[in-house]
């Protein structure tokens, strides 16, 4: 048989009413699949994570989706190998302009429906050529190889060219592709955009304002997981205010991607990037780091201070 005590005052009597009403919410809400999913502290960080000028650049250069293709869309072709994705393409060059015609229902080599899309060559309006492509719905974004949407070209233009910013990579290119070992963290001015390939949607042209040489480094459009992505490249602000205990003489090093003995290891992952490889040890006076990377480069560190190069 149940048996209640007796409740001595009003206020101590609502509590303990409500008690008795949460005790079973309580309960469904830790028992059964109908519990509330545990929320990890990674997801509550992407959660509350704000892009940066940079990404919002960045996601700026993103592909039209597939679903929005319309006639009249426009694509650079990057390398004649594109033939080998479509029919009707014999003598297509790199550096053409393809433009979709129009679409149809087509069936692939297994029965499944396809997406039919014809298109021309600018250089060669009389041929039509087709691709073969998935039907509407099956994927967000759509990549023909070797093509690059003009749409993103001349986004890229319309945000950069003209522009001022910080370059993050030491890594530059000559107008054929061949690699130029450059500065970095300076000031650049953006003078041009150019499709360039598969991998690199673009070439950028800059200029170097400290002594107006100039080159062009690689960026890469923002769909899949783009390696050279704009926030990856440039810097709206100056990097030099992230290193304010760093000296004039060695973020000239920096700039050059050369290191100075005394370097602490921050400003050494600035001027080297991340090392292939650390190896630590201690003993009773120290504790010491070997860094070694890629392209044989090995470093040393006794407590945090480089001492050996």
Not at 62 to 82: L, S
Not at 277 to 286: C, E, L, M, P, Y
Request: aromatic share 10%; with cysteine; glycine share 8%.
């Amino acid at each position: 048989m149940l048996k209640f005590m007796p409740i001595k005052c009003c206020r101590h009597a609502g509590f303990a009413f409500l008690g008795l009403l949460i005790m079973p919410v309580m309960q469904s809400c830790f028992t059964g699949i109908e519990s509330t999913p545990e929320i990890t502290y990674k997801e509550v960080m992407k959660q509350n994570a704000v892009a940066s000028r940079e990404q919002e650049m960045a996601e700026s250069f993103t592909p039209e989706k597939y679903a929005g293709w319309k006639p009249g869309k426009r694509f650079f072709v990057t390398d004649q190998k594109v033939a080998w994705a479509l029919r009707g393409a014999a003598g297509i060059q790199r550096g053409d302009t393809l433009e979709i015609l129009g679409f149809s229902e087509g069936i692939d080599i297994t029965g499944a429906p396809t997406r039919e899309i014809a298109m021309r060559n600018l250089r060669m309006p009389s041929d039509t050529i087709v691709c073969v492509a998935p039907e509407v719905g099956k994927t967000e974004y759509y990549r023909i190889p070797f093509l690059i949407e003009e749409s993103v070209i001349d986004t890229m233009r319309r945000a950069l060219v003209g522009n001022t910013y910080y370059l993050k990579s030491a890594l530059w290119y000559s107008d054929d592709g061949n690699t130029v070992r450059g500065r970095k963290f300076i000031p650049v001015k953006i003078t041009g955009v150019m499709p360039f390939s598969d991998d690199y949607a673009a070439m950028v042209s800059i200029v170097d304002e400290s002594n107006g040489a100039t080159s062009g480094v690689l960026m890469s459009q923002n769909v899949g997981s783009p390696t050279r992505s704009f926030d990856t490249l440039f810097s709206i602000t100056d990097p030099r205010r992230n290193y304010p205990e760093t000296t004039d003489a060695n973020w000239e090093a920096i700039r050059n991607s050369r290191v100075n003995d005394g370097m602490t290891r921050r400003e050494v992952t600035a001027a080297l990037g991340v090392p292939a490889s650390i190896d630590r040890g201690v003993n009773q006076s120290a504790a010491y780091e070997r860094w070694t990377y890629s392209d044989g480069i090995s470093l040393l560190f006794v407590d945090g201070i480089l001492t050996k190069r």
